[in-house]
């Protein structure tokens, strides 16, 4: 803006800096002689319309700090990786319940600590260590709720955990709504964490880390608790599950387990082992690549569903709430069509979706909406379902090396969806651009992997990279038989 003041001055005027014309005679916008720049010296005026006070208009985030508040959400993703490798680890060395006790009594404590933070700096190192703890408790509850169900349900257990997420971002953008004052939302935030302070003290250990460490007692007295409880009698004794028995696989299952656990020893797996051969690594590369893109078009629809136009709180609570009826649909079409089945036109609708958006004219912002949610649930489709399908894709002897490769290409995905949805300042479209071309390319190289429904979990590595061709044999010889019949 170009402004005269009374005295005749003319004023170049900008968001942060103001620039004086020298000599200038015409008051037109355009002006190329010589001009005084200066900064703003810091009496900032703020839009409150929507947010009402924020760590932005607190510490002024703004012109030459406004990479400063840009930083807080790669931070927090940071974090939000260093936890879940961090307390993945210790849970599985004392034990879950007290990882989830200790990560439970942080994620309040620190919650409310990030209200009151000073200044800037730590506010964002509390921030950095909220993450931590809260990542580290989303994953042990994830064990935890799957070490407690059984085989027939553990893939609806999974995605009930998602749900659970999903309902997560509803309560955030509806607490944002309401709340426009940033360290009071956050203190309310933070107390929805209290209620489970006051009874997982009561969370018995899972059984199978009981018996893991050797502590036969407390899983037996676990046992019959869970029998009274469902209003049966136990008979089975948990000694006995360390004594081969004819059972479906003609062991005893921990024993199965030690002898696995044998065999990874003398082998010295590595994460080498996932490219043992072409077969194996271009599968490893299209899992990873599955995981990398569902992580990053997951948190791009998220914190990118503000940049769509309209109430940006609406849109952050349908982008949550597109994501219940999505894992439905995942679990029915898992085990109705396979999972290959369903992740590929998965990314690939996601894909054209992200396509779409970038054609839509800018005065039609409910169509981009509507497209971002399609968006939003075709990726969580995919992003649902790809823990139980890597397990599947790889033998017994590295599957859970498999899965925590997997889980990193996550985290990495999770840490570069910011940076990726600060594009928009580029070109509003660039966030959507990326995603789309990666889903989509991603989606074609799902078609490649082999189907795993209905097929018996592998044990070995020639096992697991016969898969495919399997399938494709198994196929060949029932053509006969139906054509016949």
Known sequence: MVVRTAEGEQWELSRCRCALRINSTDFTYFFDGNKTVKACDGNFVYDHSEIQQSIVTDWDLVCEKEWLAKLCQPTFMLGVLIGALLFGDIADRIGRVKILMFTSLCQFGIGVAVAFSGNYYFFVVLRFLLAMVSSGYLVVVFVYVTEFTGIKVRTWTSMHVHAAFAVGIMVVALTGYLVR????????????????LLCCW???????????????????????AIARFNGLECRLKAEELLRPEEQENGRALLEQESEQQQVQKEQKLSILDLFGSWRMASRTCTVWAIWFIGSLGYYVFSLGSVNLGGNQYVNLFLAGAVELPSYLVGCFAMDRIGRKKTCAPSLLLAGVACILIIVVPADIYILAIILSMTGKFAIAIAFGLIYLYTCELYPTIIRSLAVGSGSMMCRVGSVVAPFCVYLSDVWIHLPQLIVGILAFIIGVLTLFLPETLGIPLTTTLEEAEALGRQNKKDGLEMKPQESKA
């Open 202 to 224: 009561k969370f018995p250990e899972t059984p199978f880390y009981l018996m893991a460490k050797g502590r036969y007692k407390e899983t037996q007295n676990l046992l019959d």
């Open 181 to 196: 004052v940033w360290w009071i939302y956050q203190i309310i935030l933070s107390i929805c964490t209290s209620p489970f």
